[in-house]
């Protein structure tokens, strides 16, 4: 099978199209997916560069949500069957979606929706397990509740703006003015260009002094700091990103705020609530752009770069 195999971490460039055996069904649980389309998260250029060296052994093939079809069942899986349209995110530390067949448990999958792609539904698994986690449970978002999700045009940041519309809140978001139309359409209630405004002289424009109730931070640097100051009295703080500096919370003590942190989740618990709002169409999955597997490095340029001739907008896709 064709795979995408890091031999060595670096830049786009340890990215190599190797040809390696399919994996076999060892186990009566597995179920063996034939991939037809993967998508690209941060973390998994964050693998390729060895942030997480001390839980992988090299080579590694990376890569978090798979879209494909079931072409082998083990004898004790039960409730799939060849031909299955699945989709899921591999467990991190094992073999990823890089490739064009994966090996899986079957407690992993998720029935893919029937008004989806392939192509759609491989932007779906982390990023929607991961949302629902920091809106539903960390967040605990209500109707009515005002949030702001900072870097609405991300991958994160589209699907964010769509489940807390579904859940009936009231949405701030931030980006720059060329994408201000596209994120109205998502469902956000409040744009900002947060190049030329200051987000929380905004926020608190528009609650009248109030501030947000929960925030999502997906941006990192000062982000926690600073966000304290745009946030209601008793608010809450959800962040995906890590503690890459110090970090002053004094304005966090001031509102009573509470902080949640959360590693990007692999939950087929979470996707089933997004797998519904799907099939209502209450959310869409947004696709930047499509690269097919050969131009892996492409792809990964693209969400890595600093200044873009065409602005990222969602999840960018690898077909095969």
């Not at 949500?65 to 467990?91: F, L, M």
């Not at 609650?207 to 947000?212: E, I, P, V």
Request: charged share 25%; glycine share 10%.
């Amino acid at each position: 099978m064709k795979a995408v195999v890091i031999k060595n971490y670096g830049g786009p460039e340890v990215l190599d199209i190797s040809e390696l055996p399919t994996p076999t069904i060892t186990d009566p649980s597995q179920v063996l997916v034939k991939v037809r389309a993967t998508s690209i998260n941060p973390l998994d250029y964050q693998v390729r560069r060895g942030d997480y060296a001390s839980l992988f052994g090299l080579p590694i093939i990376t890569g978090h949500d798979i879209a494909g079809d079931i072409v082998a069942v083990g004898e004790a899986v039960k409730n799939w069957r060849i031909g299955d349209k699945v989709y899921y995110s591999p467990r991190f530390g094992g073999s990823g979606s890089y490739a064009e067949y994966h090996l899986t448990e079957e407690s992993s999958l998720s029935r893919m929706p029937d008004n989806l792609s392939y192509e759609e539904a491989a932007a779906v698994p982390l990023v929607g397990g991961t949302v629902w986690e920091m809106l539903a449970v960390r967040a605990s978002l209500k109707k009515g509740e005002t949030i702001l999700i900072p870097g609405g045009a991300g991958g994160v940041g589209t699907f964010a703006i769509q489940v807390a519309k579904s859940m009936g809140a009231v949405v701030f978001t931030t980006g720059q003015s060329a994408l201000h139309e596209d994120l109205r359409k998502l469902g956000a209630d409040v744009v900002i260009d947060h190049h030329h405004e200051d987000y929380i002289e905004e926020i608190k424009s528009y609650t009248n002094g109030k501030g947000a109730d929960v925030i999502i931070d997906t941006v990192g640097g000062s982000m926690l700091s600073d966000s304290p100051l745009a946030l209601a009295d008793y608010g809450r703080v959800v962040s995906l990103v890590d503690i890459a500096q110090p970090q002053n919370l004094i304005h966090a003590w001031e509102k009573n705020a509470t902080y949640h942190f959360v590693f990007t989740r692999q939950s087929r618990d979470e996707l089933h609530h997004i797998t519904r709002l799907i099939e209502n169409g209450d959310i869409k999955p947004v696709i930047d752009s499509v690269y097919p597997i050969e131009e892996v490095k492409n792809a990964h340029e693209r969400i890595e770069q600093r200044k873009r001739e065409r602005p990222l907008f969602g999840k960018i896709v690898l077909s095969f």
